[in-house]
């Protein structure tokens, strides 16, 4: 057991001794790099407590966070490479993935990306908005989770962030999807007896005006659109 060295004077010298007359600066200073820390996940959920590979979230004592140092900050390389590498993945479209060799793909970017958050290096908007994007294509629903809170954290860091409002409401469909509950945002699309479908949507919850605002479709364009995959 590591014994704490007693301070000079004895055991309550150190309770007992007075301030230095530095100690308000260094207060000071400590609570401005507080203020000026950007904005990551961490910082707005609070904690993140970890089981295995999974993410369970927690609202707990978030401090606020500087979110426009955060909005301004440059993209994480790796992160942004990640996100490139997932697109990349899906560029020959929902018929045409090899899901045998892209799957493992997909998760070992999701590995790498919890990495980078336990490290603290997802900080900037477009950070979030990345990381979120590899997680948006997990396989779990704790992954989809993951990706929402992501998302959301990329909207509280730009609130007229197009991409993130979009990001958040089609996470949140993805992850409805997984627990086996109708979408909201209208921005999920399955395959049934050879044909594209809209997932089917909650049409009472979300109306088209806050679909459209979130950048997805509104109903009759997301069928539209369905009709239109059917004829690549």
């Given amino acids: 057991m590591r014994i704490r060295p007693e ?6 010298a150190a309770a007992s001794r007075r301030p230095d007359s530095s100690e308000p600066q260094r207060a000071a200073s400590d609570a401005g790099r507080r203020r000026r820390q950007p904005c990551n996940l961490l910082h707005l959920i609070g904690r ?6 999974v993410a369970t979230l927690a609202l707990v004592g978030a401090p606020a966070c500087a979110a426009a140092d955060a909005a301004a900050a440059p993209a994480h390389p790796t992160l942004a490479a990640l996100a490139d590498e997932d697109q990349a993945d899906r560029q020959p479209g929902p018929d045409g993935i090899d899901w045998a060799r892209v799957a493992p793909r ?5 590995a790498r990306v919890l990495e980078l958050l336990r490290e603290g290096q997802v900080r900037s908007e477009a950070d979030h908005l990345n ?3 590899v997680f948006q294509h997990g396989e779990t629903a704790d992954d989809l989770r993951l990706a929402h809170a992501l998302a959301q954290t990329a909207r509280h860091i730009n609130p007229e962030s197009r991409a993130a409002r979009w990001l958040a409401a089609a996470s949140w469909d993805r992850l409805m999807m997984r627990l086996g ?6 921005t999920q699309f399955v395959k049934r007896d050879g044909r594209w479908v809209l997932y089917p949507v909650n049409e009472a919850v979300v109306g088209d005006e806050e679909r459209i605002a979130t950048g997805a479709r509104s109903l009759a364009a997301a069928r539209a659109h369905a009709e239109r995959m059917n004829a690549r």
């Fill in 48 to 53: 993140l407590a970890w089981t295995g590979t």
């Fill in 181 to 186: 509950q109708p979408q909201w945002y209208a």
């Fill in 7 to 12: 301070a000079p004077g004895g055991p309550g």
């Fill in 131 to 133: 990381a979120a994007l």
């Fill in 106 to 110: 997909d998760a070992a970017r999701r």
